[in-house]
């Protein structure tokens, strides 16, 4: 694909699943891809180079160029210096994708500080990491492409899943304001909630849905918000299964009143107000 050939693409958690297919489709489009992955357990525990390796071999022996990370996204000196492997290898960057995740689901009444912080360390503050790190970069040349993998659990919740839900609609309110922010400076911010089966679906969904949903359905349409063709921002889709939709948040038309409302009035009122049949995309009316 053009708008891929020799363009710089970080592709975070890149050692299975998603992050692998999305490495190889990047690599086989002609970008050269930095393959980072901490090599850690679904959970987050543990650390190793072997996943990460794996890719970059798989990537090199069909003809592409890829090379190696191991920095853990989750702190900012990591996601530096995810940064400077690619600009030390490849002299450039021009995409980054933030698919780096663990899970680790329990009910929020067993939820503690540890899963709930770690869950949001890796996913929510490691894409703002890694963004903030390439952002500088891409507003000096004026171009740059950033896709975040969002979740149908932030979208639309899921039981067991507060911490990782939160966390993935977390990555939605952020590519809205640098959606915004990127605009003069061509940066496209975009969002995938993918359905794929990956190990970190293994025990989310049923078997036979899982059997439906590889994740080659998904890594196109990622390849595409990546490339220098896509000059759409803001947009968040669900993809998997051969089927790709737009999500987007939609506002009916307010109820209006003159003065301070008491709790009655906005009790009598409360159907008109919960009304979604006139509802319109949402506009932040501060904006």
């Known amino acids: 694909m053009p708008g891929l050939t020799d363009r710089v693409v970080i592709v975070t958690g890149a050692g299975g699943g998603l992050g692998r297919e999305y490495a190889r489709l990047l690599a086989r489009e002609g970008a050269l891809v930095v393959v980072n992955d901490l090599g850690a357990n679904r959970d987050g525990t543990g650390s190793g180079t072997a996943v990460a390796d794996a890719v970059v071999a798989e990537i090199r022996a069909a003809g592409g160029t890829a090379v190696a990370n191991y920095d853990s996204v989750a702190t900012e000196e990591g996601a530096a210096s995810l940064v400077r492997t690619a600009l030390d290898e490849f002299g450039a960057i021009h995409g980054v994708l933030n698919n780096a995740g663990i899970l680790r689901d329990t009910s929020f009444a067993n939820m503690n500080r540890d899963d709930w912080e770690a869950v949001l360390r890796v996913h929510l503050f490691g894409a703002y990491h890694v963004t903030h790190a390439a952002w500088g970069h891409f507003r000096e040349q004026g171009h740059g492409r950033i896709v975040m993998a969002t979740s ?6 899921n039981f067991g899943q507060a911490n990782y ?3 993935k609609l977390g990555l939605v309110g952020l590519l809205n304001t640098l959606a915004i922010e990127g605009g003069k400076y061509d940066i496209t911010v975009n969002a995938v909630a993918p359905m794929a089966a990956t190990r970190m679906t293994t025990d989310v969904a049923p078997a036979d849905l899982l059997q439906r949903l590889p994740p080659a359905h998904v890594a196109p349409v990622v390849g595409y ?3 220098q063709e896509c ?4 947009v968040v889709l669900i993809v998997g299964g051969g089927s790709v939709q737009r999500v987007q948040l939609f506002a009916n038309k307010p109820v209006l009143f003159p003065d301070v409302p008491s709790i009655d009035e906005v ?12 509802a319109q995309p949402g506009v932040n009316p501060a904006g």
């Not at 149908?152 to 919740?157: A, D, K, P, V, W």
């Not at 009790?267 to 006139?278: F, G, L, P």
């Open 225 to 227: 918000l990546l490339s």
């Open 231 to 234: 000059d759409d921002t803001g």
């Open 267 to 278: 009790r009598e009122n409360w159907s008109r107000i919960t009304d979604m049949a006139d």
């Open 152 to 157: 149908t659990s932030g979208l639309f919740g």
């Open 165 to 167: 839900g939160a966390a």
